[in-house]
């Protein structure tokens, strides 16, 4: 197949250019009544049956006969045995990986903080961690000790109480760089358990895997259906679509690198999109001959080829300032700027889950070991919200500690306001404190 036949080719100054990109981000989460209903029973027998159907769903769509619930969890042991059966540079790389993310997390605890009016009332934040949160990892085609760096370790820099971790083991198979970087991490539970069926215990709790606060971490669309319906019951994450980067190149970047950053999002999933705008047209097609070159080197080939032809582009621009604000319209996942003076532009981009600037800061760099995490959002929701952190495991508390004199202060302020609201008990209980004035 030619590179011509692999990538859409767009220019900005075409009459058709709008509804061809919004075609190319049109992008509805999967609402899939099959797997809704699938779910929604998985859920259900969870709740009712408890171990009885984990064993039960493990044994269908695992292959692995457990005689006993007991028998899922992985024993810390067997996590430290697979920590010290690594090839020592896996080890490293993981234990270098692990401290980078670390680092980057600890600039983002919240403390707790007051203030004293004053008349002595006192007002504050009280910031505390949640005392159990679950991980889901995936453990399927792929296997991602990464992951569990990245949603373990921050909520251990937030000092959640206990981390649960599950992980499909098929055909009872347990990836052992996923149990090592469990052990790095400080993960205090593991459970051979996926699918919807783990995301229901870990949400309502069964006799051997513990309930908890919020459950974090990727999965399939099975996995992304259920955190969607646990919801309320537990705190999630996010709802996460297929992996997404935007590059925005001015030409001067070697054309192999751009091409395989694009790669490296496409070979994840047929449905990632990869998307190259540059104002340098001579430069578009340099990357696309550099795709038809190399795409032939690729292991997972026909995953590039397949998301490239349905979900990528190479975008022709009027200059970068059009490349920007088009970028911002897409708001992506992953935005590389790949240009001189990559932070000026950077300052125009308002929309994306993470930046990276300037032809060295390759998006993988971002996937493994940088720092930053790399659950970010996808499907355009970086216009309101975040990247996993420090953040999502912990929790603010007001606190107010009102003085005699604050109270006859705002008493009088809350009964005019709950009046006008029709509220008379409220305006009544803040009247009580002023009587005697």
């Known amino acids: ?44 027998a969870v709740r009712e049956r408890g171990d009885a159907a984990l064993l039960e769903y493990t044994r269908r769509f695992d292959r692995v006969e457990v005689s ?23 080890r490293l790389a993981l234990e270098v990986a692990a401290a980078r993310v670390r680092a980057f997390h600890e600039r983002q605890l919240a403390v707790s903080w007051s203030y004293q009016e004053a008349d002595g009332t006192r007002l504050g934040q009280r910031v505390t961690p949640l005392d159990r949160v679950g991980i889901y990892v995936p453990g399927g085609r792929a296997a991602y000790p990464s992951s569990v760096l990245m949603n373990a370790v921050p909520a251990k ?65 099975y996995v992304a259906e259920a955190k969607r319906r646990v919801f309320g019951k537990v705190g999630i994450d996010m709802i996460a679509g297929p992996s997404e980067i935007v590059v925005i190149c001015d030409g001067n970047t070697p054309p192999d690198w751009i091409a395989m950053d694009m790669f490296a999002q496409a070979e994840h999933d047929e449905l990632a999109q990869a998307i190259l705008i540059s104002p340098s047209r001579s430069f578009l097609d340099a990357v696309e001959q550099s795709i038809g ?8 080939r026909d995953v590039i080829e397949r998301s490239l032809a349905d979900r990528g582009a ?21 935005l590389e700027i790949s240009a001189q003076d990559a932070p000026r532009w950077a300052e125009q981009i308002r929309h994306a889950g993470a930046i990276f600037l300037g032809e060295y800061s390759s998006e993988s760099l971002g996937d493994y070991c940088a720092g930053p995490n790399h ?32 109270a006859r202060t705002l008493g009088k302020i809350a009964a005019k306001l709950a009046r006008a609201e029709g509220l008379e008990a409220h305006a009544r209980s803040a009247e009580m404190r002023l009587e005697g004035d």
């Open 314 to 334: 190479l975008v022709a621009v009027i200059d970068l300032a059009e490349a920007c604000a088009i970028a911002d319209q897409i708001a992506p996942e992953h």
């Open 1 to 44: 197949m030619s590179a011509a036949r692999v990538i859409s080719r767009l220019d900005s100054a075409a009459p058709d250019f709008g509804a061809r990109l919004r075609s190319l981000l049109a992008r509805e989460p999967a609402q899939d009544e099959r797997i809704g209903q699938t779910v929604a029973e998985i859920i259900a």
């Open 375 to 406: 659950v970010l959002p996808t499907m355009r929701t970086a216009r309101f919200s975040s990247p996993l952190g420090v953040y999502d495991f912990q929790k603010r508390t007001s606190i107010l500690e009102v003085s005699r004199d604050g």
């Open 68 to 90: 006993a619930a007991a028998d899922l969890e992985i024993p810390a042991a067997e996590l430290q045995c697979a920590l010290a059966g690594l090839a020592p540079e896996v």
């Open 293 to 300: 070159r190399l795409l032939a080197t690729m292991p997972r």
């Open 157 to 221: 820099v937030a000092g959640v109480g206990e981390i649960v971790m599950v992980v499909p083991t098929p055909d009872g198979v347990r990836n052992q760089a996923v149990l090592a970087a469990a052990a790095i991490a400080g993960v205090d539970r593991v459970f051979a358990v996926g699918g919807a069926q783990a995301v229901a215990a870990l949400a309502y709790g069964t006799a051997t895997v513990p309930g908890v606060d919020k459950i974090v971490g990727p999965g399939n669309a």
